[in-house]
C-alpha cells in the first residue's frame, strides 16, 4: 500500500516538473507573467504535493498503529 502512494506522490512531482518545463517552452506571453503564473501553479503544485504527503503519513501510522494493536493482542498485552 505504501509503495503505491510513493510511486503517486513521485509520479504527481515528476509530472509537475514536465509541465512546468513545458510551460516555459510553448508560452505565448511575456517573462514576467510566465514567472508569475508558473510560480502561482508551482505554489499550487507544492500545497498538493504536501497534501498528499500528509495523507501517505497518515496513513502509514494509523497501519502502524493497527500493527501495533495486533502484535499486543497476540502476546497478551492488550
Known sequence: MSDRI?????G????????????????????????????????????KARAEYYKSVNEVQKAFDGLKGQIASLTGRA
Do not use: I, S, Y
Not at 6 to 10: E, K, L, S
Not at 22 to 37: S, T, Y
Open 6 to 10: 510513493a510511486t503517486a506522490v513521485v
Open 12 to 47: 504527481f512531482l515528476v509530472g509537475a516538473v514536465v509541465g512546468a518545463l513545458v510551460a516555459l517552452f510553448f508560452a505565448p506571453m511575456p517573462g514576467k507573467e510566465l514567472q508569475v503564473r508558473v510560480r502561482k501553479e508551482a505554489e499550487v503544485d507544492w500545497q
